[in-house]
């Protein structure tokens, strides 16, 4: 199916370790993003690729870590995990004028 | 700058009444708009969009959506609400200096009574 994809869809971890969440996308788009969406259901952007290059970098701090292998991938990298990390995280990608969102990561700091 | 403001964080209505859920956007450029929906536990899917000619769009699942230039709104309606209606729904411009950046209101929580 063609879609965006992500893993894992659940991850629970301590303060202070480091984790990845993957994002793939088979619908041939050039720009990818990472939101977060907090328990209030904000949406924040926090990055975005458009072939492989960082075009948008929010405010969000410099342990968040994002890295583009390929134009299908966009992966994030979180550092020294914080208790205020924990929310949603969806990637999404996008060509022309809608964005197409993956089924979300919830993190959750222990 | 582009920037969306949905009015009502939260919206209750009667199965079979008509929804009716409220965004303004500011946009210093012609905005490309969009809604889209949220079930529990689930990422975002989109309901309709506007970018160009007709001002009244049609989406999915009986939604559709006005484009008022005049008011900066693109308020979202339904007829008739279903039970399956119950989510949330996010407003939304496109922009940004590079025309990639989406930028989503604050969401609106839908409840359907029945």
């Known amino acids: 199916d063609t879609a965006v994809s992500q893993t894992p869809k659940y991850l629970v971890t301590q303060m202070g370790n480091d984790k990845s969440i993957k994002c793939e996308q088979n619908l041939g788009h050039d720009t990818m993003y990472w939101y977060k969406q907090d328990s209030k259901k904000f949406l924040k952007i926090m990055f975005s690729?458009?072939?492989?290059?960082?075009?948008i970098n929010e405010t969000v701090p410099n342990r968040f870590s994002p890295k583009s292998p390929d134009k299908a991938h966009l992966n994030l990298h979180i550092n020294s995990l914080e208790l205020g990390d924990s929310a949603v995280y969806f990637c999404?990608?996008?060509?022309?004028?809608?964005?197409?969102f993956g089924p979300g990561t919830r993190l959750t700091v222990t | 700058a582009q920037s969306v403001t949905q009015l009502g964080s939260h919206v209750s209505v009667s199965e079979g009444a008509l929804v009716l859920l409220r965004c303004n956007y500011s946009s210093s450029v012609p905005p490309y708009l969009f809604w889209y929906v949220q079930y529990p536990n689930q990422g975002l899917q989109l309901l309709l969009k506007y970018t160009t000619g007709a001002t009244l769009v049609k989406g999915i699942n009986g939604f559709e959506a006005e484009f008022k230039k005049s008011e900066t709104s693109f308020h979202l309606t339904k007829p008739s609400a279903h039970m399956s209606d119950a989510a949330e729904y996010f407003c939304?411009?496109?922009?940004?200096?590079?025309?990639?950046?989406?930028?989503f209101g604050t969401g609106t929580s839908l409840t359907v009574i029945p």
């Open positions: 690729y458009n072939n492989k290059e960082l075009i």
């Open positions: 939304a411009v496109r922009g940004g200096r590079t025309g990639n950046q989406f930028y």
């Open positions: 999404a990608s996008s060509r022309d004028y809608e964005q197409y």
